[in-house]
């Protein structure tokens, strides 16, 4: 199920925050991660003045071929076995980084921890493959500390086909762990509160340790209100999956956890793996 992880990098320090997590992947079942870098171009085109662009593709392949080679050895070291994915492509990220996923199960990846409007209505790599992935997106930011990532997995659970498919992303995860499975819905009038108490009882009687927490409110806050409650480990959510500027500025319940998580979010869109 999460088998094969492509792992982009732009070679900085924020992006290896992947790599703290090795361990925990392995026990999750990822058995090979596919290490990515793109010539960046994208950013010339904001530089003033006379750039020599072929120096510049040159001399950050020779830094990739510097660096990446220690990426994958500490990768292997963790038991994963690992491949550079050649040759560098030289473009747009984002672009890049969804072309090459279509053969991943999952991305992991890093994202700067500042947040501001300038940059939600800017974007960033991160956001850029959130938007256009066909794959689930896995984000981490510079500044989370976590010990274990799988231990209190917390789901969004909002009875959407795109939340079901979060939800077994989630149990898989946590089975292979051992770790907690806390699922949340944001109730609304009506709510579904019988249907959830029986789901609760079917994970149980998968071996696999669930509890249920219906809340009320503005469901991102509702969610990350509860992440410190139970000092969730990570979160899984779903996504419908609508980019653009527009939902950049309106923002989604995933887009607002996303930001604001201080752990590890795992983000499944609707058409993710059909």
Sequence with gaps: MLR????PTDLSENSFKVLEYLDDF???GVEEIGVFFVVNITKLSTVSGGIDIDYYIDEMTEKAEEVLPKVTQKIEDSGIRSEIIRPFPVGDPVVEITKAAENYDF????????????KILLGSVSEGVLHDSSVPVYVFKEDMVVNSLFDRVLVAYDFSKWADRVLEYAK????????ELHIIHVAEEGSKTDDL???????????????IHVESGTPHKAILAKRDEIDATTIFIGSRGVGGVKAMILGSTSES???RSTVPVFVCKRGDNE
């Design 4 to 7: 094969k992880m492509l792992f």
């Design 26 to 28: 392995r026990k999750v």
């Design 107 to 118: 991305i992991a990846m890093g994202s700067r921890g500042a947040s501001s409007f300038k």
């Design 172 to 179: 898989f995860v946590v089975k292979k762990a051992g770790g």
């Design 197 to 211: 108490r029986l789901m609760e009882e079917s994970i149980k009687a998968e071996g696999i340790e669930a509890h």
């Design 257 to 259: 956890v996303i930001r």
